[in-house]
C-alpha cells in the first residue's frame, strides 16, 4: 500500500496501487491555514522564492537553473521539454546552465524582448522584470526550458471543504480522483502529484459547483497510460463536468494523457496562469466544451495537439448528459494573454470541429503569442473555425495576435462534414474579425473560408492590419469559394486602408 497523505474532496485517502483511491477518514472542512502553509512552501530571496521538493523528485539531467543565486528545481517534462516553475513577485535574475556547450539560444515569445548574455560555455544569463511565462530554447527548439515565473499564489477562497498537496511531497492518487461540490484543491509550490483528477458526473446532469484548484504546484499524467496507446484506463488530465463557478490559477500540468483541462457545460469559469507541457496525441490544452462566460488570461499551452479549442456537445469518454437536453451552446468566451506552442498535430486556436450546439457566439480571443504552429496535414492551422455540426458561430474576434512561427494554414474558416461529424444538418460562419495580426514562416502560408451550401454559408468576415511574413494580406490571397460571402480586406494593412469585398 501507498499511502497519499492529502485531502481529496476532504476525505483522507490511502491508494493500493492495485485498488482505486477510497477514502479512510470522514470529510473534514477547515483544517488548513493555506497562506502559513504557502509561507513555509518556498525559500525566499529578494522578491523571488524557488520551491521546495522532495529528495525523491525528478530533475532534469539537461537544465539547470538558478533564480537570484538560488538553485531551481527543473522538472523533466518528457519529449515536450523541461519546466521550471517559481514565485517571481518582482524582477528576479535567472543562470541557465545547458548540458553540452550552447552555440545558438532563443528566449520566447519574442514580443517579450528578453535578452540574454552568455556566461560560459553552457551557461546563459538573464533577467526577467516579475511573473512571466518563457521558453529558453538551446540549440534548436527541440525540448526547451519553459520558465515559469509565478505570482505568489494568494489563499483560495474559503469552501466547505480543502485539499491540499504540501510542498516538498509526491502524491499518487490514481486515475480520476474525484472533486466534490464546493471544494477548494490547493498544489502548493513544490508539490508533485501524479495522476488525474475529475468532478462531476458524465453520465447524469447533475451539476457540481463552486470548486477552486490553485496553487504553484505540480500535477503530472505521466502514470496514466495516453488515450490513444490503449495500455489501460486512460483519462483527461482535469475534467470538470457541468460545474458552476469555478477556478483554476497557477497549477503546471505536465505531460497529460488525453486532454489536459476540459471544460463541460460549466458556467463562471476564470482560468488564471496555468500552464500546461505535453506531447502526447490528444492532449489538447484546454477544451471548452458548451461552456458559457468562461475567463482565460495569462495561460501557456504547449500541446501535441490543439492548445485551445471551444467546442459543442461532445460526448466522447462516456458523456452523456449532453443526450438528456442540456443546453449544448456555448457564449461569452475570452481568452487573454496567452502563449500558445502547438505541435504535429491540430491547431493553436480552434473552434470545432465539433460544434453539436444551436450557437457558438461571442467569442473573444486578444493579445496572444503563438510561439509555433507545426501541424501542416489537412485542415490545421493557426487560427481555424471548423464547423463539423449544427451550429451558427458568430461574434467572433482575433486581436492582437502575433504567430511567430507558423505552418499549415493561417486562417481557415470552413462549415464542412468532418469525419467527427455527428448532426446531420450543417450550420453557419457569421461575423468574424481579424485585428493587428502577424505570422511569420518559412514556408508559404494558405488562407481558406469556404462554407457548405446556400444556408450553410461564411459571412461577414474581415481583416483590418492583418500580415504574412511582413506583408499586408491582400484580397487575391484569398481563394474565392462558393458561399463565402462579404469578405473584406484592409489592403494597405492598416484600418484606413481601401476595403475590398470578396463575393461568389
Known sequence: ????????????????????????????????????????????????????????????????????????????????????????????????????????????????????????????????????????????????????????????????????????KIYDVGLNAKIASDTSVVVEGGAIVYGTFAAGDPETAAPTRNISMSGNGIISGEKIPPAMERRGPSGRELAFLKTKSLEISGITVVQPPNWAIALFACEGVKIDNAKVVGDNPCDDGLDIVSCKNVSVENCFFRTKDDCIAVKAGVSYGGIKFFEGGVDASAENISVRNCSLWNGIWGNAVEIGFETRGDEIRNVRFENIDILRTLGTGGDEGVLTIHNGDRAKISGVLYRDIRAEEAEGYAVNIRVLRSRYSKDEKRGSVCGVRFENVSMRSDRPLKMKIEGFGEDSAVEDVSFENFSLNSAPLRAGDIPPSEFARNIRVSEAGTAGGTAKNQKQ
Open 1 to 168: 500500500y501507498e499511502i497519499a497523505q492529502c485531502l481529496v474532496g476532504s476525505e483522507m485517502c490511502i491508494r493500493d496501487r492495485r485498488a482505486p483511491l477510497r477514502p479512510i477518514f470522514p470529510k473534514m472542512a477547515g483544517i488548513v491555514a493555506v497562506a502559513a502553509l504557502a509561507a513555509l512552501a518556498c525559500a525566499a530571496h529578494g522578491s523571488s522564492r524557488v520551491y521546495e521538493y522532495s529528495p525523491d523528485a525528478p530533475r532534469s539531467e539537461r537544465f539547470t537553473l538558478s533564480v537570484d543565486g538560488r538553485d531551481c528545481l527543473v522538472y523533466p517534462a518528457g519529449p515536450a521539454g523541461d519546466v521550471a516553475p517559481f514565485d517571481a513577485a518582482g524582477g528576479a535574475r535567472l543562470r541557465v546552465g545547458y548540458f553540452e556547450d550552447i552555440k545558438a539560444a532563443e528566449i520566447r515569445p519574442l514580443s517579450k524582448n528578453v535578452k540574454f548574455r552568455k556566461t560560459g560555455a553552457r551557461e546563459i544569463e538573464f533577467s526577467i522584470p516579475g511573473p512571466c511565462n518563457l521558453a529558453v530554447e538551446i540549440n534548436g527548439r527541440q525540448r526547451p526550458l519553459f520558465v515559469f515565473a509565478n505570482p505568489p499564489a494568494k489563499a483560495p477562497a474559503k469552501r466547505a471543504n480543502s485539499a491540499v498537496f504540501r510542498a516538498g
